[in-house]
């Protein structure tokens, strides 16, 4: 199986991946942390839910014109059909309605296709097959939590994989708790209507760049899908265990709320036009915060907020085409990372600098952004795991000062409108920080700065030095890291995280925000055509329907990592942003 091939869909409650022989192979419900319905992306006995061609040979994917609506398309024994999958999201009563509930339409297209239909849901990790219980135009699922129900109008006896002839369009509705009820065929063709019209009115409000257009706006939905509206939360990827690298054990359940990844998926929405994934995000960090009145926040949590993640190993699942091992969970819950502090305080600022945010600049939400300032001035240039989570021992992390020093900059330019009596204390901590990072970070036998203070080793990150203004633009010391990085990172034209052991021996792959980060950067360095030369080559490993995954394996030139990951669309879109002209400047 390949990342390439898989598409994604989903509503803001749960998500699914379908392959190319249109299996829906992973689907959680009924939310994305829960435990997989469907799993044979990481156990071929972890069950699917295939509408395809009866040779199970491929189609092809594509999404409905700005949608999250995906259509495959067979060239099948007999004819040509296709399936079109979805899941429900519309305005309805005012409200979103979202329900856990995927659609599948199977139509044929031309002659007399043969298919094959089979759902084959296990129970959670126990991988235990779910026993089907058929009714009159339905099958119930048994052992699940709430109803697990598939609704159809097609034959009930077609549904065990054997081939048929498909003559007519059938619908068919995975609903989770309350089933269906009414006629399939004018609901399923409603959902589908109204579906289109939502994502392709999502689209329109979305501001975007006049070049790069439709890498922007796919990487703008799939990341839309990664908000659990529910509760704000931001997951960064819905897929657990795909590894970093072939062999390496460098797998990760990522299917949880990282805040800072969440900071970077709501600033990516900023510049996209959109706010309400940020206001849904600060209700779910006022709830943690309420629950951890001494702001000692773990750097990520369950959608619902709970940070109880123990990380533990599904002995019995394969693993990603047989490479495992497959994780539930993760103990990188139990680190220190002390960016999150300037993460925070970063996706608050633009409340008190932008005026169409008013209702949300309160008492509370200033007194929040101060202590959470305080809280990174009192950690900054303490040892953390870092930004790439090391399971070494902590060390006082560059990018973990960079972020700090950011919080008290914000927050003292915030102080100075809202706080006048906090101007100096924030004033006067940033340029501590500032000055430690300048000293201790600084590596004369690099002639850059170092990803930990007093060290050598090169680090991706410090990128963001440039894009958060640390330094002036014309620094030398800027220049010489951001080229620094370049050359000591890239490989075969990718950028890596790091060169050093991180606990589970030295990285072997791309992260693939890297060179978005390095975009980036050289746009902010005025280096815009170098910028857009790096920006023309990277986007061309996108998959065919636009997704990326976490990192890039340069030497079967295959992504790998979760997938879709949050972070590569965010990388994507700020990349994006940066090397593209105005359009004014095309208009």
């Not at 296709?82 to 009563?93: G, H, L, W």
């Not at 080793?457 to 800027?478: N, V, Y």
Request: proline residues 6%; aromatic residues 10%.
């Amino acid at each position: 199986m390949q990342l390439e091939h898989l598409g994604l869909i989903g509503n803001c409650q749960c998500a699914a991946l379908i392959d190319g022989r249109g299996a829906m192979v992973w689907a959680c419900l009924p939310r994305f942390d829960a435990e997989p319905v469907f799993g044979s992306l990481l156990d071929p006995d972890g069950g699917d839910f295939l509408i395809g061609a009866a040779d199970e040979s491929a189609g092809v994917q594509r999404y409905l014109d700005n949608t999250n609506i995906l259509e495959t398309t067979f060239e099948a024994p007999g004819g040509r059909f296709r399936v079109i999958d979805f899941a429900p999201r519309f305005e309805q009563n005012e409200r979103i309605f979202r329900p856990a509930q995927f659609v599948r339409i199977i139509e044929p297209l031309s002659g007399s296709p043969r298919v094959a239909v089979n759902c084959r849901p296990v129970l959670g990790w126990s991988k235990t097959p779910a026993k089907p219980i058929s009714g009159s135009n339905h099958i119930r699922f048994d052992g699940f939590a709430s109803e697990l129900r598939l609704t159809t109008d097609m034959p009930l006896s077609y549904l065990d994989g054997r081939a048929f002839t498909l003559t007519g369009r059938h619908h068919f509705a995975l609903t989770w708790g309350a089933p269906i009820e009414e006629p399939l065929p004018g609901l399923c063709a409603r959902f589908l209507t109204e579906t289109l019209r939502h994502w392709q009115r999502w689209v329109k409000h979305c501001d975007i760049p006049p070049r790069y257009q439709q890498e922007v706006i796919r990487s703008a939905l799939a990341l839309k899908l990664h908000c659990f509206e529910d509760t704000g939360a931001i997951v960064a990827s819905m897929t657990t265990s795909i590894p970093e690298a072939s062999g390496s054990g460098r797998t990760w359940d990522y299917r949880y709320c990282w805040l800072r990844d969440a900071y970077y998926t709501v600033d990516a929405f900023r510049l996209l036009g959109q706010f309400d994934e940020r206001e849904q995000f600060l209700t779910y960090v006022l709830n943690i915060v309420g629950g951890t009145p001494d702001l000692a926040l773990a750097p990520l949590y369950s959608v619902t907020g709970t940070r109880d993640l123990p990380e533990t190993i599904a002995a019995q699942w394969a693993g990603f085409n047989g490479d495992g091992p497959v994780r539930i969970g993760n103990a990188a819950a139990l680190h220190e990372q002390h960016d999150i502090f300037g993460e925070l305080v970063l996706t608050l600022a633009p409340i008190f600098h932008d005026e169409r945010f008013r209702a949300e600049r309160t008492p509370a939400t200033l007194d929040l952004l101060l202590r959470l300032a305080r809280k990174a001035i009192a950690v900054a240039g303490t040892p953390d795991s870092g930004i790439w989570e090391y399971r070494t021992a902590p060390s006082p992390q560059t990018f973990s000062s960079l972020m700090c020093w950011a919080a008290a900059d914000r927050a003292s330019a915030i102080a100075r409108r809202f706080a006048p009596h906090a101007v100096d204390e924030f004033a006067g901590a940033a340029t501590r920080i500032r000055e430690e990072i300048a000293t201790r970070a600084w590596s004369p036998a690099r002639g850059a700065y170092a990803g930990i203070y007093g060290g050598d080793g090169l680090d991706a990150s410090l990128l963001q030095m440039a894009s958060l203004r640390l330094f002036p633009k014309d620094d030398a010391r800027l220049a010489a890291t951001v080229e620094a990085i370049r050359q000591g990172l890239t490989h075969d034209g990718w950028l890596m995280r790091y060169r050093e052991d991180d606990g589970f021996g030295k990285p072997q792959v791309a992260f693939i925000l890297c060179t978005f980060w390095l975009i980036e950067a050289l746009a902010e360095l005025g280096r815009v055509d170098d910028a857009r030369t790096l920006m023309d080559a990277a986007y061309t490993i996108v998959s065919p329907l636009g997704l990326l995954s976490e990192d890039y394996d340069t030497g079967r030139q295959l992504m790998s990592g979760n997938f879709p990951q949050a972070y590569s669309h965010v990388g994507l879109i700020r990349a994006a942003f940066a090397a593209a002209p105005r359009w004014a400047d095309v208009l």
